[in-house]
């Protein structure tokens, strides 16, 4: 369009100038024409009546010649006059030109400029909508078709599915081989997801290794199901990368149109759900969304808002439940657990909160408030001078990874004004293999403090004994599931007695757990079991019981009264815990 009107106004100028130039050139030839002819006739006028003139009165011819020399020199100054004219008016016309070309020149150098920007406009809207490692379309690309490809489903009244695919500790291989390899990786990965799909298929690259399938016409869900377990197949074939062979293995979750949703929000939102679902479950899954996966996330939303909320409200406290030294049977620690009371008066149990407050991040502020109130509740029973036994705090390995947990241990302490040999931290056995160097030197930091570190629930992972030995812990907890049925399992007795073995080869205490009849106390001690916790004892009670606890076992020692020895007896003030 610029161009056509820059056309039109340059043949218009220069017709214009062009037209001016000949219309003024024809008037001033007229003009001259006439005037030359009038100047011939006043000429011949004028020879003709000097010549009478000179036959009459002799002299007067000089006159006559001035007066037609001036006549003569008017008409050339005339001539003179015309001829200026024209060359301005040539003048004009070739500066009208030039102007027009200069113009001319400068609206096509403008028109060209703006072409170029026109075309980065679209080269960079086009890497706007496209993943840079990779080459494929990003989320904003998924976000401009995708409603295009719901529309057409609903058109021809078909199936779309949209597969959410997150691929497994993938960030083990950044973390161990580096990003650039990381990279290199991922771009394998995004060329053969794009390879086991169809054609007409999206695949997009939505950050870090996260894609996303939009499969298109599928006849039935048995259809989508064999699309998930092609990728799955693909995606888990090694890669061969610098002479290494790496392996990553996907998890997905599925949505389908128009079962799970109807719009782009909908079917990501619960694709993304049935994604966290089948990391849940193990990982290397597909799973389809259903409407109880729904359910469940809005109750543990729901639940992670009201556990936040009952950190500020006050509603979490702390019970203790003590260990005993199964050859005395006196006591020999406590051990510190949350407990969550709502406003409403009802308890809810660990089993619930605690692996949401793991998965929110939320543990890290309850732990160190736990260690507050167990730093606080030391500080209480020092000021009644009775004898203090260590508390241990479970200890998460969100908590651990945290910079400078031994200085935060040692600030709390120091402010109660406890020391931190009183205080025991249990991890357990899965968190203890899973531990980095950053975590280990936590680890040694806390023991250096003169805290003791011990490993829960042992036996229910799957423990490198190569690598425990490093670790820097001082006790076992047996898992309750072996304990419960020693006593009548051959098997369940024949690992506890394993554990033992393992404990005492590496110089470690073992503390049983779930001690709940005197047949396990009794096989427990014939196996070398030296300390353990349970309901045979006592359940977790509250501060106050244990102070009365503490005041017993003060006036014990005061007045020497020997213990007996029979593991019938029950230990001194121990059966009262149960009964605040």
């Not at 508390?391 to 109660?416: C, H, K, M």
Request: proline share 4%; hydrophobic share 45%; glycine share 8%.
């Amino acid at each position: 369009m610029r161009t056509k009107i820059l056309v039109t106004t340059c043949l218009g100028a220069i017709v214009l100038t062009v037209g001016v130039f000949f219309v003024t050139h024809a008037v001033l030839a007229r003009a001259f024409d006439r005037v030359q002819t009038e100047n011939l006739r006043r000429n011949d006028e004028i020879a003709r009546l000097a010549l009478e003139l000179s036959r009459v009165q002799p002299g007067t011819s000089p006159q006559l010649q001035d007066g037609l020399a001036e006549y003569r020199a008017t008409e050339a100054a005339r001539h003179t006059m015309i001829l200026v004219v024209a060359v301005l008016l040539g003048g004009f016309a070739l500066l009208t030109s030039a102007l027009v070309a200069i113009l001319s020149w400068s609206w096509r150098a403008s028109e060209s400029s703006q072409r170029q920007r026109l075309l980065q406009q679209r080269r960079m809207s086009r890497l706007a909508r496209r993943d840079v490692l990779t080459g494929l379309p990003n989320r904003f690309h998924l976000q401009r078709v995708l409603p295009r490809l719901l529309a057409r489903a609903e058109r021809d009244q078909g199936r779309l599915a949209l597969l959410c695919i997150d691929l497994d500790h993938f960030k083990n291989v950044n973390d161990s081989l580096g990003h650039g390899t990381g990279d290199r990786l991922l771009d394998f990965i995004a060329q053969r997801l794009r390879n086991s799909v169809a054609s007409h298929d999206v695949v997009v690259r939505m950050g870090g290794d996260e894609f996303v399938v939009v499969a298109t016409g599928l006849p039935s869900i048995a259809v989508i199901d064999s699309i998930a377990r092609r990728i799955r197949k693909e995606l888990s074939v090694p890669v061969e990368l610098d002479g290494m062979s790496l392996s990553v293995v996907p998890s997905i979750g599925i949505s389908v149109y128009p079962d799970d949703g109807t719009t782009q929000e909908q079917l990501l939102k619960h694709a993304g759900i049935a994604l966290h679902q089948a990391k849940e479950r193990g990982r290397s899954t597909h799973l389809f969304f259903t409407a109880e996966m729904n359910a469940r996330l809005s109750e543990r939303l729901s639940m992670e808002a009201a556990l936040r909320r009952a950190i500020d409200a006050g509603e979490l406290f702390v019970e203790y439940q003590p260990s005993f030294d199964l050859r005395t049977l006196r006591p020999v620690s406590f051990e510190a657990l949350v407990r969550w009371r709502t406003a409403e008066g009802a308890l809810i149990p660990p089993s619930r909160f605690i692996p949401i407050a793991e998965q929110s991040g939320a543990i890290v502020e309850i732990g160190e408030w736990v260690l507050k109130r167990v730093c606080e509740q030391l500080a209480a029973w020092q000021r009644l001078q009775v004898p203090l036994l260590p508390v241990s705090v479970n200890l998460s390995v969100r908590q651990f990874e945290q910079p400078g947990l031994a200085d935060t241990v040692a600030g709390i302490a120091g402010g109660a004004g406890i020391e931190p040999r009183l205080l025991y931290f249990e991890i357990t056995e899965t968190g203890a293999m899973q531990t980095s160097e950053q975590n280990l030197g936590a680890l040694h930091a806390l023991r250096n403090l003169g805290c003791r570190i011990l490993v829960d629930d042992f036996g229910t992972g799957y423990s490198s004994l190569s690598y425990l030995k490093h670790l820097p812990i001082d006790a076992l907890k047996i898992d309750r599931a072996f304990v419960r049925d020693m006593a009548a399992d051959a098997n369940d007795a024949a690992i506890v007695s394993a554990i033992v073995g393992i404990g005492r080869s590496l110089g470690l205490h073992l503390v049983a757990e779930g001690i709940e009849t005197l047949e396990q106390l009794e096989c427990l001690r014939t196996l070398g079991c030296t300390a353990g916790q349970g309901f045979f004892f006592s359940p977790p009670v509250a501060a106050d019981t244990c102070a009365g606890l503490l005041e017993r076992l003060h006036a014990e020692r005061l007045d020497e009264t020997p213990q007996s020895g029979h593991l019938g007896a029950t230990p001194p003030g121990f059966r009262a815990l149960a009964s605040p």
